[in-house]
């Protein structure tokens, strides 16, 4: 089988990988991939939003199966346009995708089919926005309703920042037309996860639970980033939780989106806040996550081409996914300043040396080939993935090959896992 997968970060490189060891494939295509799924994989050099230019690099190369990792293709039809070309494709219709790219229409969803979230309001004038937070007591949350690259969700203790963000969301326009509407949110207390399920519309089956560190710096400080870490499992997920999320969650939501006539395919992200043993959820996702994915796929001890492939030809029910009994731990090296502005350009040392470790793989992000040698080219630039008994061995494996790649301003946070810890050992 041929399987082209379109995007260029960590997780594309996590399902390539995984995709290369099933003998049911016998060639991968990347676009535009990276440097470390040029390994597994031939790198094509079209976009991951050139729909037109992809649908015909799949059709001219008899491609029997497309995996789409980001969101942007597939809020722009991607798996439209290769289902009316008669082309196999993993990922949800642009309609279901609105799940993710419009707020308003992931609240509107919930709230018409009681599946647990925060209460919110939403707003289309800026000037009604603010005379809700006039009237109301924070800490609020102000949500650009559109795609905003994880940067439009803003927690504000006081009046004054809710005030302030929705000036800069909707009059400002800094995330330019995704913030045309916001969703003015309650704030939630807990502990954040990355549930995942694959689903083929009517059968849905959780992957691993993870969790992922967003912020920048230890103790979960700073900024929000794309995501510094993850580990899987995630031991505040127990198994009693996984079966009330998919009770109260991810099956109603499924069911929720064909009754809203977007019956939903591919993989669906819940980011959960935990309190009380008890799961809201904070946002959808309609795609995998990054980095969860890269501990995850570690740990799936199934045939990725299969479990794919029986999704979208709607062959799921009565499966079950199989997971290796060992955690894994993914750090996530950056390049310095992320997520400010970053350098670019600086040699990366020593993969060679961390690739040589036993149950660990680096999987490459923002990484590109400048004269014979991998360099630095984004913000997020590795994902270090290790395998250990537990998660206190995998965090230790991790850092291992940490220690052994360098460059000029790599940075890391240091506490990823730790969470998972305090919480004796986790289920595996
Ligand atoms: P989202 O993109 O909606 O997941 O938001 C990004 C991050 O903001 C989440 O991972 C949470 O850390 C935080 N967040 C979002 N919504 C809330 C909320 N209602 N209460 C507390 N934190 C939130
Ligand atoms: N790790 C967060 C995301 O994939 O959206």
């Known amino acids: 089988m041929k399987v082209l997968v379109i995007g260029s970060g ?172 916001v969703v003015i949110e309650e704030f939630l207390k807990g502990e954040e996860a990355s549930f995942l399920a694959v689903t083929d519309g009517k059968t849905v089956i959780p992957l691993a639970p993870a969790q992922d560190h967003k912020a920048i710096y230890d103790g979960d400080k700073g900024p929000n980033t794309g995501g510094m870490g993850a580990y899987s499992p995630a031991p505040v997920v127990t198994p009693g939780l996984t079966q009330e999320i998919m009770d109260t969650i991810m099956v109603p939501t499924v069911k929720a989106m064909e009754a809203e006539g977007r019956p939903y395919s591919g993989v669906l992200y819940a980011g959960l806040m935990i309190y009380e043993g008890k799961p809201k959820v904070l946002e959808f996702n309609c795609r995998f996550g990054d980095p969860e994915t890269q501990p995850i796929l570690m740990r799936l001890d199934d045939d990725l081409f299969e479990v794919l492939m029986s999704t979208v030809e709607g062959r799921l029910n009565g499966r079950a996914f199989k997971w290796k009994g060992q955690a894994s731990v993914c750090v996530v090296m950056s390049a310095k300043g992320y997520p400010g502005e970053y350098l670019k350009g600086s040699e990366i040392k020593g993969l060679e040396e961390a690739l040589r470790l036993k149950d660990v793989m680096v999987f490459h992000a923002g990484t590109a080939i400048k004269d014979g040698k991998i360099v630095t080219s ?51």
């Open 378 to 428: 984004g913000g997020r630039v590795l994902g270090v993935t290790a395998l250990g008994k537990d998660i206190s061995g995998a965090i230790k494996e991790a850092y291992n090959a940490v220690s052994m790649i360098s460059w000029e301003g790599a940075y890391f946070r240091k506490d990823i896992g730790k969470k998972a810890l305090g919480r004796g050992s986790a289920k595996i």
């Open 10 to 181: 960590g997780r594309e490189h996590a399902i390539v990988w995984k995709l290369s060891q099933s003998p049911l494939v016998k060639k991968i295509y990347a676009a535009p991939g990276n440097p470390g799924t040029a390994l597994h994989a031939e790198n094509i050099s079209i976009p991951a939003e050139d729909i037109e230019g992809l649908r015909s690099f799949a059709q001219r190369e008899k491609i029997d199966l497309t995996v789409v990792g980001p969101e942007l293709p597939l809020t722009l039809g991607i798996t439209d346009k290769f289902r009316d070309a008669g082309l196999k494709v993993f990922g949800p219709s642009k309609a279901a995708s609105e799940l993710e790219a419009s707020k308003v229409f992931s609240k509107e969803v919930m709230l018409r089919h009681n599946i647990p979230t925060a209460f919110y309001k939403k707003f289309d004038n800026p000037d009604f926005a603010l005379a809700y937070i006039e009237t109301h007591n924070p800490p609020f949350v102000v949500k650009a309703d559109g795609l905003a690259a994880g940067k439009g969700v803003i927690i504000c203790t006081t009046k004054e920042e809710a005030s302030r963000a929705i000036v800069l969301i909707m009059k400002e326009k800094a995330f330019g037309a995704a913030g045309k509407r």
